[in-house]
């Protein structure tokens, strides 16, 4: 990863909400490859924070509110011919709102979003997620 050396251009939200059998983790379908399964993310707006850019994310491609709990970390790779360095944060579930963007939606246990996946770096960052909300005792 060479986050170090690029400004971060995009932010992404790692949504979960609690259940009696653990935490589901939300995943939509990609613009590029309506079977392919990532999570919310997109370009920071001028006078956007990281933070606000992964929370209307979520809400403009999922059709979820969620309070931020922190970042999870930068990844950077390649997107649409031009590098995206995107910085993830982990967001709790609050309600469901409309969206327009037509993308479907899944929650998924967190072996089931894992399988879902394709890129590694991705399954890396739910990793991290899954970690944090067991550590925090929010499952």
């Not at 059998?21 to 919310?40: C, H, K, M, Q, Y």
């Amino acid at each position: 990863m060479r986050a170090g050396r690029k400004k971060i251009n995009q932010a992404g939200a790692v949504a979960f909400r609690p259940t009696p059998n653990g935490p589901e983790f939300l995943l939509v379908t990609s613009n590029d490859a309506a079977r392919s399964w990532i999570f919310p993310k997109g370009h920071i707006e001028p006078g956007e924070t990281p933070v606000q850019a992964a929370v209307r994310e979520l809400a403009e491609e999922a059709g979820v509110t969620a309070a931020p709990l922190g970042s999870l970390g930068v990844l950077e790779f390649k997107s649409k011919g031009e590098w995206a360095v995107v910085e993830y944060f982990l967001c709790r579930f609050t309600r469901s709102i409309p969206t327009t963007e037509g993308r479907s939606v899944s929650w998924l246990p967190y072996r089931e979003a894992n399988d879902a996946i394709v890129h590694d770096d991705a399954k890396s960052i739910l990793r991290s997620a899954m970690k944090e909300v067991q550590l925090s005792h929010i499952n």
